[in-house]
């Protein structure tokens, strides 16, 4: 009679960045292959993204870069003008899960509004597709990250 005991043996997955998968034949492979199921998928990604391989491959590694599931980041991305584009919820999430921040962020708002530095006028959200900003304060604590933690 033979021994059948099944030894489990926990194995530390491969962990490979973005920038080095693309020279790696078996990992391009496999993200090649996620794509494309990620590119069938019919509500799981947005429709700008549903049949595109190529679009979906950018959205994994773009994921991968930042330790994010590749399905929770296409379905926070726009086209403005033919230009992939991240909702700020999304770029909050990469910085506040990056080591540029400790903890969370915490805005506090307060002062004369007429004297806020940076301020924005409406020339500079012409073409895109937040017309208004539901919350002035919000939409400079987005302005904020996009210009100190860009990528």
Same mark, same amino acid.
């Given at each position: 009679?033979?021994?059948?005991?099944?030894?489990?043996?926990?194995?530390?997955?491969?962990?490979?960045?973005?920038?080095?998968?693309?020279?790696?034949?078996?990992?391009? =492979?496999? /993200?090649?292959?996620? #794509?494309? *199921?990620?590119?069938?998928?019919?509500?799981?990604?947005?429709?700008?993204?549903?049949?595109?391989?190529?679009?979906?491959?950018?959205i994994v590694m773009q994921a991968m870069q930042w330790g994010m599931n590749p399905y929770a980041v296409a379905q926070k991305?726009?086209?403005?003008? =033919?230009? /992939?584009?991240?909702? #700020?919820? *999304?770029?909050?999430a990469v910085i506040s899960s990056s080591s540029a921040i400790v903890g969370?962020?915490?805005?506090?708002?307060g002062g004369d509004w007429e004297k806020i530095a940076g301020k924005k006028d409406g020339r500079d959200e012409l073409g895109l597709f937040v017309r208004v900003w539901r919350c002035p304060a919000r939409r400079d604590g987005y302005h904020l990250g996009r210009e100190h933690l860009p990528g």
């Amino acid at each position: 009679m033979q021994n059948t005991n099944i030894i489990a043996a926990e194995q530390t997955p491969n962990t490979i960045s973005a920038s080095n998968a693309v020279f790696n034949v078996q990992a391009l =492979g496999q /993200l090649t292959a996620f #794509a494309e *199921l990620m590119a069938q998928s019919a509500v799981t990604v947005p429709k700008h993204l549903a049949g595109k391989p190529a679009d979906c491959m950018a959205i994994v590694m773009q994921a991968m870069q930042w330790g994010m599931n590749p399905y929770a980041v296409a379905q926070k991305t726009h086209l403005v003008n =033919g230009v /992939l584009g991240y909702e #700020a919820q *999304l770029v909050n999430a990469v910085i506040s899960s990056s080591s540029a921040i400790v903890g969370r962020f915490h805005y506090e708002y307060g002062g004369d509004w007429e004297k806020i530095a940076g301020k924005k006028d409406g020339r500079d959200e012409l073409g895109l597709f937040v017309r208004v900003w539901r919350c002035p304060a919000r939409r400079d604590g987005y302005h904020l990250g996009r210009e100190h933690l860009p990528g």
